[in-house]
């Protein structure tokens, strides 16, 4: 049987009854659609956090203070609510530890912030200037936090564009401008450049002087974390161990597990990141991959049912010499055509519906050439797989019992 007599018989056969191939088709369609859209989410949340972790700083390590714990009990308070890190603390690490090029104490809390009738609540953030580099801030306009200010406690604030926008409206030229944090009075000096990203983003904080914000806001010389900038990747599990020897000797902790602190390294927090977001493709994928198997139900019992109605069509090919082999690849194209069809709007369903959920919704969804592949290599094998059982049914027939079928 020559391949286009095989591509022309499936042709009349799908067509001769269009609404039942429509609905089998349309089956492909929404399991390969879902599947190329809820890996696209998936793929999109992982982008999102590596780029909101990449911003925080390059080869970043961060100390907190540790748990908190009572007298006497297990009772812990949570990482980062002790009053355990101080400047000397800091002033140490830059000092005594190898292979690091920039630390960044800071001191940060929420107030509400009021100017000129407006308010706003937001997060202010007590540092000194080597929090540009680690923590990779820019300035748009005006100046950030410099050691003058520093020495002197000086009640100026750099403000994120967010906070700009919220207290005198988007774009608003407040360089010189006053605003109340905790109804103490602080002037404008400079805004940092829009960096985007969720949750604590640094578009919606402002940056005082650290020394200001422990005497005038906080009335303590404790510190909320101390930022390190490494020297380069390949150092940061160096420098981690380094430090954590360093604060559990000048915190007289013997035990390391009884530590009063807590550090972390960027590359720790993108891996814990990347095997929460794989967990969620995967997820998302097996969600959608159901869809497809139902599909692949819908072809086998649409094949099965033509195999039926066929049956004495498929006794009298074989009377006129047709073999079960040319019986069983006219039923299995015609099962491959119907998923290669429906793999095709699938595929473009599922890529219309992620452009559709990044315009509107707060989700920035990311189609990969993967994902389509494998939607569309699963959905071939799903033709092959759930068209074998009705082809070789169709090529076991008896002719002479298929010829005296009603």
Same mark, same amino acid.
């Given at each position: ?59 970043? !390590? ?15 308070? *949570? ?6 890190? #101080? ?39 007590? $540092? ?11 300035? +748009? ?36 401008? !006053? ?16 960096? *985007? ?27 909320? $974390? ?11 599990? +160096? ?45 998302? *994928? ?21 195999? #039926? ?29 119907? #998923? ?5 709007? *699938? &595929? ?13 919704? #707060?989700?920035?969804?990311? &189609? ?39």
């Amino acid at each position: 049987m020559k391949l286009t007599d095989v591509f022309q018989e499936t042709y009349s056969a799908l067509l001769s009854n269009k609404v039942r191939s429509g609905l089998t088709v349309l089956g492909i369609v929404i399991g390969i659609g879902s599947v190329i859209a809820m890996i696209s989410i998936g793929q999109g949340a992982q982008n999102s956090i590596e780029s909101n972790i990449q911003a925080l700083g390059s080869n970043l !390590i961060i100390v907190m203070p540790g748990m908190q714990r009572g007298v006497g009990t297990q009772i812990s308070s *949570g990482k980062g609510s002790a009053v355990t890190l #101080t400047n000397e603390d800091a002033t140490a690490i830059e000092t005594q530890v190898s292979g690091i090029m920039a630390v960044a104490p800071d001191l940060s809390s929420r107030y509400q912030v009021t100017a000129k009738g407006a308010n706003t609540t937001t997060s202010v953030v007590g $540092t000194t200037p080597s929090y540009l580099d680690v923590r990779n801030v820019q300035v +748009d306009t005006g100046a950030f936090v410099s050691e003058y200010n520093l020495k002197s406690m000086s009640k100026v604030a750099v403000l994120g564009p967010a906070v700009r926008d919220d207290l005198f409206g988007a774009g608003a030229d407040v360089i010189g401008q !006053i605003i109340k944090i905790n109804k103490i009075s602080f002037t404008i000096i400079g805004i940092t450049k829009a960096k *985007g990203g969720s949750g604590q983003s640094q578009d919606d904080m402002i940056f005082v002087p650290l020394t200001t914000a422990q005497k005038f806001l906080v009335g303590s010389e404790r510190l909320s $974390t101390v930022s390190i900038q490494a020297v380069d990747q390949n150092s940061m599990t +160096d420098v981690q161990a380094q430090i954590t020897a360093l604060l559990l000797a000048r915190h007289n902790i013997t035990d390391p597990t009884k530590a009063d602190f807590s550090t972390l390294n960027q590359a720790d927090i993108a891996a814990s990141a990347s095997s929460i977001t794989d967990t969620l493709k995967i997820l998302l *994928g097996s969600i959608a991959g159901i869809s497809l198997l139902v599909g692949g139900i819908g072809i086998m019992n649409m094949m099965l049912t033509t195999v #039926t109605e066929r049956t004495r069509e498929i006794g009298l090919r074989k009377a006129i010499g047709a073999k079960n082999k040319d019986i069983s690849t006219q039923f299995l194209t015609e099962a491959i055509v119907l #998923t290669f069809v429906g793999g095709v709007f *699938g &595929v473009l369903f599922g890529w219309g519906a992620s452009l559709l959920i990044t315009q509107f919704s #707060t989700i920035t969804t990311q &189609v990969s050439l993967s994902s389509v592949l494998l939607a569309f290599g699963v959905s071939a094998l799903i033709g092959i797989v759930f068209g074998y059982y009705p082809a070789r049914r169709a090529a076991g027939l008896n002719p002479i019992e298929a010829l005296r079928y009603e």
